[in-house]
């Protein structure tokens, strides 16, 4: 059974920081390109970032760029999003998620729908 658990999530102030974990299970982690989705509260659900099984990185979003980063630890089956120099507008409930690809999709609207971990949420105020 295929399974995507989010943690580190919470509360962070502007201009702050938070590190979002991902620890999947089920699959090799190794095989697939992997990505971070999030949910503005009444937004769509947006791609932010992709990672490919080589690990090259892959932006949807623009307002997270020099932000924002995205790193894997296959050997750990873990994924991560490191992200610095936060605003209000990056609050939204983010997820982890896996694609069926070795590379990133160009559009984030192409990704496999099956594989989502349940969301955390991230909040940024003051």
């Known amino acids: 059974q295929v399974q995507l658990v989010e943690s580190g999530g919470g509360l962070a102030q502007p201009g702050g920081s938070l590190r979002l974990s991902c620890v999947v299970s089920?699959?090799?982690?190794?095989?697939?390109?992997m990505g971070w989705f999030r949910q503005a509260p009444g937004k769509e659900r947006e791609g932010v970032l992709c990672i490919s099984v080589d690990g090259h990185s892959l932006y949807y979003e623009d307002s997270v760029k020099d932000r924002f980063s995205i790193s894997r630890d296959n050997s750990k089956n873990m994924l991560y999003l490191q992200m610095n120099t936060l605003k209000p507008e990056d609050t939204a409930v983010y997820y982890c998620r896996a694609d069926t690809a070795r590379d990133c999709e160009a559009n984030a609207g192409d990704w496999s729908p099956y594989y989502w971990g349940q969301g955390i949420q991230v909040t940024v105020s003051s």
């Open positions: 089920g699959f090799r982690l190794g095989d697939y390109a």
